[in-house]
C-alpha cells in the first residue's frame, strides 16, 4: 500500500514551532497554498489549503528558515485525524505528515535569510577556471 503526497506552494504564515509536553520534541506546523491545475467557470484558479507538520530536526530547520509567503516543495503522507469540538461534535481533519521540505526560492531582497549561509565554508578560495565547467 502507498500513502505519499508531493505538494508545491507557498506558506500562508510562519511556521509555528511547539514542543511536545512529555519529550520535549520539537514539532511545526503551517499552512500551504496549492493551486489547482485547472480553471473554474469563471476562468479563476482555485487554492486548496493544506496543513503540513513536521517534527524533530525538520521542524526547527522549517521554523527557522521558511516564512510566510516563501515558496515549498513537500514531500510525505496523508494522515487523517479524529476530534471533538467545542460542541462535543466528532470531526475530523488531514494533514500532511512531511518526510521533506525543499525551499524553492529565495529570501525575498533585503531580507537576510540564514538560509543564504548553507554550503558557505570557505568556498572563497576555490579556483574554478572555464576549462572546468563542463558545459
Do not use: H
Request: charged share 25%; proline share 4%.
Amino acid at each position: 500500500m502507498l500513502n505519499q503526497v508531493i505538494l508545491i506552494g507557498r506558506l500562508t504564515q510562519d511556521p509555528e514551532l511547539r514542543y511536545t509536553a512529555g519529550g520535549g520534541v520539537p514539532i511545526a506546523t503551517f499552512t500551504l497554498a496549492v493551486d489547482r491545475p485547472f480553471t473554474n467557470q469563471q476562468g479563476e484558479r482555485e487554492t486548496d489549503f493544506i496543513n503540513i507538520v513536521t517534527w524533530r530536526k525538520l521542524a526547527e530547520t522549517c521554523a527557522n528558515y521558511l516564512k510566510k509567503g516563501r515558496l515549498a516543495a513537500v514531500t510525505g503522507r496523508l494522515q487523517i485525524r479524529s476530534y471533538d469540538d467545542s460542541q462535543g461534535v466528532r470531526r475530523k481533519a488531514a494533514d500532511v505528515v512531511a518526510d521533506n521540505v525543499q525551499f524553492l526560492d529565495r529570501a525575498p531582497d533585503g531580507a537576510k535569510s540564514n538560509a543564504d549561509d548553507f554550503g558557505s565554508s570557505g568556498g572563497d578560495d576555490l579556483d574554478i577556471s572555464g576549462d572546468d565547467v563542463p558545459f
